[in-house]
């Protein structure tokens, strides 16, 4: 009897994204109709243990224009649809999924995000450089910083302040 891998997926309007997780997959055989009928099978590990996925997606898809990309961790599917629609689920049939599949939220964009998400696309992909937390220039005042080497004294001008012990946020000059 054959196993399921775990599956996941992500789609936009017009395509699919099927990630089987299956590492060091041998004898991979996989098939996918016009009419939403997707076939896996592949074999790992030393035993060669057989995994298998038959499922039947939403609506029609384009095979010409699929494509399939595997690597040592993973298979994965770009299935183009049919229709240019979101689908309000990856299976023909209603219910309760099968334990093996799952959304992949690396992927996922919402319906109304979709445009949005493509407007920001830089050509580096998910990328997100903002947490790099490489700083950057921010309030910088090059006129300051040119007399004095940068740098500012903030003791002999102010006041030392201590926050009162009612709690109520008041600044009080200390004596």
Partial sequence: ?????????????????????????????????????????????????????????????????????????????????AESKWWSRLLKHGGKPPVFLRVDWDKWVDEDEQDEKSARDTGFGDFDFSKLNMGGAG????????????????????EETEETATGSGESVPKD
């Fill in 1 to 81: 009897m054959s196993r399921h891998p775990l599956v996941k997926w992500a789609q936009r309007a017009d395509k699919l994204f099927v990630t089987v997780e299956l590492p060091d997959a041998k004898n991979v055989k996989l098939n996918l109709d016009p009419e939403g009928k997707f076939f896996f099978s592949a074999t790992t590990g030393v035993g060669n243990v057989p995994y298998e996925i038959e499922i039947d997606l939403y609506d029609k898809v384009v095979v010409d224009e699929s494509k399939v990309s595997f690597t040592s961790r993973h298979i994965c599917y770009l299935v183009k649809k």
């Fill in 139 to 158: 309030d910088f005042d090059a006129e300051a910083a040119e007399g004095d080497g940068g740098y500012e004294s903030d003791t002999d001008d102010e």
